[in-house]
């Protein structure tokens, strides 16, 4: 099945394709990997979001842009210098598919464009520090828990670092 993907500002967003959106990050940040935490966390109206859409309107992938300095709530860590990468998920249909990384290239792409030569941040899930890695992203710290699941925050040099 073809997939495109799509970047969208909140004024932007149809309501069945938001739904379509919230739909699979709960299916997979909470339901299956039974994780209570903040998803509807405030940022999603300040940020860009890459759709990933099947052929039948059905978001089956997203990631989530959060601009340079922008706080997160219910975090105690500082906002980011630079622009950060988030909430990036793959219906399960689509694992396997390439579908991730072509989000996240995408992702990278969109900020060295819009925050040329700064660095991007993200806070990864630990096992999957070594797909970051593939994109250049280097561990900043050790381990932390974030809502019951082990992250590190990884740091991606921009090109004037």
């Known amino acids: ?14 309501p069945d394709v938001l739904y379509s959106l919230m739909r699979l990050r ?24 890459l759709l990933a859409m099947d052929a039948k309107g059905e978001v089956v992938g997203c990631l989530r842009l959060v601009p340079p300095r922008l706080k997160r709530p219910h975090s105690p860590a500082p906002a980011a210098e630079g622009p950060s990468l ?3 998920v793959t219906a399960q249909s689509e694992r396997g598919t390439g579908l991730g ?21 993200l806070s ?3 096992h999957l520090q070594g797909f970051y890695f593939s994109f250049g992203f280097e561990a900043m710290r050790e381990p932390y828990d974030e809502d019951g699941i ?3 925050g990884m740091r991606r040099r921009g090109a004037m670092d």
């Not at 495109?4 to 500002?9: E, F, K, N, S, Y």
């Not at 709960?26 to 979001?49: K, N, T, W």
């Open 101 to 121: 990384r072509r989000l996240m290239a995408e992702g990278i792409a969109r900020c060295e464009r819009d925050f040329p030569g700064e660095a991007i941040q």
């Open 150 to 152: 082990p992250h590190v």
């Open 1 to 14: 099945m073809s997939v495109t993907l799509r970047w969208v500002v909140w004024n932007e967003f149809d």
């Open 124 to 126: 990864a899930q630990a």
């Open 86 to 88: 988030g909430r990036l």
């Open 26 to 49: 709960s299916a997979v940040f909470v339901v299956e990997q039974a994780c209570v935490f903040h998803d509807m966390d405030g940022l999603d109206p300040r940020c860009e979001h």
